[in-house]
T-cell receptor, first 113, second 109 residues
């Protein structure tokens, strides 16, 4: 099992550019999540999904979009990148049964200049 | 939503014990998790409490009091590799986690 994989590891974007952060899990988990982590701050939930075809907003969804066409993949789309989106992005997945701990991907470090 | 508070930093000596406290205010509590995050890496799961009491897992233990909105993570026999950030997270009934800002533990020789 590769677990949760994310690409790319690093990316530099110019203001106004767009990009997609890829996330794939091979554990057949129903639940998938996208977080951002800023220095000295906790992880903030951007979007989550409870299964293929179902997505919902988290705490900080503005400027982002997601889709979940398969159980395995949960890409995060940034449209019109802004400096405020400079952050480390983590994708995670979990089973919907107890204890339901989340497994995290290695993260994508994004800089918008 | 959830308000989750934990200390910013703690320092301890190798071989010692450290207790990291976490207090929370929540709507729809459905479990409390502790994660470990080394610098530049992803968080990894440490422990889970959903009922009151102590859960022990090797050198790590976690305690929960739902009536007090309080948890702690106890790290025993500290090792240098335990230097990391420890994240307290509360889960709601939609299976979403809210994280505290994390406690950076530095273990000194």
């Amino acid at each position: 099992n590769a677990g949760v994989t994310q690409t790319p590891k690093f990316r530099i974007l110019k203001i106004g550019q767009s990009m997609t952060l890829q996330c794939t899990q091979d554990m057949n988990h129903n639940y998938m999540y996208w977080y951002r982590q800023d220095p000295g701050m906790g992880l903030k939930l951007i979007y989550y999904s409870v299964g293929a075809g179902i997505t919902d907003k988290g705490e900080v969804p503005n400027g982002y979009n997601v889709s979940r066409s398969t159980t395995e993949d949960f890409p995060l789309r940034l449209e019109l990148a802004a400096p405020s989106q400079t952050s480390v992005y983590f994708c995670a997945s979990s089973l919907g049964t107890e204890p339901g701990e989340q497994y995290f991907g290695p993260g994508t470090r994004l800089t918008v200049t | 939503g959830q308000n989750i508070d934990q200390p910013t930093e703690m320092t301890a000596t190798e071989g010692a014990i450290v207790q990291i406290n976490c207090t929370y205010q929540t709507s729809g509590f459905n479990g409390l998790f502790w994660y470990q995050q080394h610098a530049g890496e992803a968080p990894t799961f440490l422990s889970y409490n959903v009922l009151d009491g102590l859960e022990e897992k090797g050198r790590f233990s976690s305690f929960l009091s739902r009536s007090k909105g309080y948890s702690y993570l106890l790290l025993k026999e500290l090792q240098m590799k335990d230097s990391a950030s420890y994240l307290c997270a509360v889960r709601d009934r939609d299976y979403k986690l809210s994280f505290g800002a994390g406690t950076t533990v530095t273990v000194r020789a």
